[in-house]
């Protein structure tokens, strides 16, 4: 089955593009998704979810399904949806609404294990027949640390569906379901709760070799902030960051980027084991003693600066 006539699937090279910032858009303006996509932002996550009221659902549905048909060519910019969680009776009626518009990818939300994904991935698979679609086209970017099951489940990820994208976290949701008065310490700091989640998404991230997609700051006017927290999640091993404000992507963006001293290191590096004798496991770069650790570390840091640049 060929995609419907003028509708266009994304180009498979560019859904594998790194997602370095990923721009939260309520679903039910078509003003906010207008300026969105002027940004800089990798992706765009339009919200069927927690910035749509019950009483404008379906207005957001129509929305997002003619910006997601009007935006064909997503060389650019992606163009994601999050949709209600499948505990709900608004999930499949989301996904009914926009699969037409041929998303990059379904960000799920209040996952509670892999089975979720693989619950989404048979869905998708038989909507996607029905639209016309290339099967296995829409990726899917669940949000895995919500409910307090989920924490249990982190390790579950790897293998579960071709479409999976990366793994992502928040915090307000599992608060709220805990109960807690407040996820933060005195000093502003996730409470250690919160701090586990955040890792747990890493290693089962890494673990199932997909993306990781750190959660969202909210003080959106405070940039020297926002740049410190982006590298910091760089430097821990996230891949990307998602944003609520369009003013947050261009420091999103320079966060993750190494800088030139890091890209010169990393060339050296590389350099180095290259002029080694054949099959060394260990070289000697400026005083120091380098192993193959180092060595992985600077391949992906170029392989990941050389995506963006192509990007």
Same mark, same amino acid.
């Given at each position: 089955m060929t995609?419907?006539?003028g ?6 090279s560019?859904?594998?593009a ?8 309520p ?10 996509q ?12 927690d ?10 549905r129509?929305?997002v ?25 608004m ?5 009914a ?13 209040k ?6 994904v693989v619950?989404?991935d048979?869905?998708l ?11 296995g086209?829409i ?5 895995v ?15 579960c569906?071709?479409?999976?994208a ?10 709220a379901a ?20 955040r ?12 993306q990781a ?24 091993g996230?891949? $990307?960051?998602?944003a ?7 420091t999103i963006n320079a $966060? ?6 890091e ?6 590096i ?11 496991g ?6 120091r003693m ?7 570390q ?14």
């Amino acid at each position: 089955m060929t995609p419907k006539e003028g509708h266009k699937v994304p180009n498979p090279s560019t859904q594998s593009a790194p997602l370095r910032s990923l721009l939260f858009v309520p679903g039910d303006s078509e003003k906010k998704m207008t300026k969105a996509q002027g940004t800089q932002a990798s992706g765009l996550i339009l919200d069927l979810e927690d910035s749509v009221s019950a009483d404008r659902t379906d207005t957001a549905r129509r929305l997002v399904r003619e910006y997601l048909l009007g935006h064909a060519d997503r060389k650019r910019q992606q163009v994601w949806v999050r949709i209600n969680a499948l505990s709900t009776a608004m999930a499949l009626p989301d996904l009914a609404a926009i699969v037409a518009g041929a998303p990059d990818g379904i960000m799920l939300p209040k996952v509670g294990s892999a089975q979720d994904v693989v619950a989404l991935d048979h869905y998708l698979t038989a909507l996607e027949q029905r639209e016309g679609l290339a099967l296995g086209s829409i990726r899917i970017l669940p949000v895995v640390t919500e409910t307090p099951e989920a924490m249990f489940t982190l390790n579950s990820y790897k293998n579960c569906s071709s479409r999976l994208a990366g793994l992502t976290w928040g915090a307000e949701d599992l608060s709220a379901a805990l109960g807690a008065a407040s996820n933060r310490v005195v000093g502003g700091e996730y409470e250690f709760t919160y701090q586990l989640a955040r890792s747990l998404c890493l290693l089962g991230a890494h673990a199932a070799g997909v993306q990781a997609i750190e959660t969202i700051s909210t003080n959106f006017r405070d940039h020297e902030a926002l740049l410190s927290e982006v590298r910091a999640s760089r430097r821990a091993g996230f891949d $990307g960051k998602m944003a609520i404000h369009p003013d947050q992507i261009d420091t999103i963006n320079a $966060g993750f980027a190494p800088s030139d001293l890091e890209l010169a290191q990393a060339r050296a590096i590389v350099q180095a084991f290259e002029s080694a004798k054949l099959g060394a496991g260990a070289v000697q770069l400026d005083g120091r003693m380098l192993d193959k650790p180092h060595l992985v570390q600077a391949l992906r840091m170029l392989a990941s600066s050389a995506e963006a640049n192509h990007g």
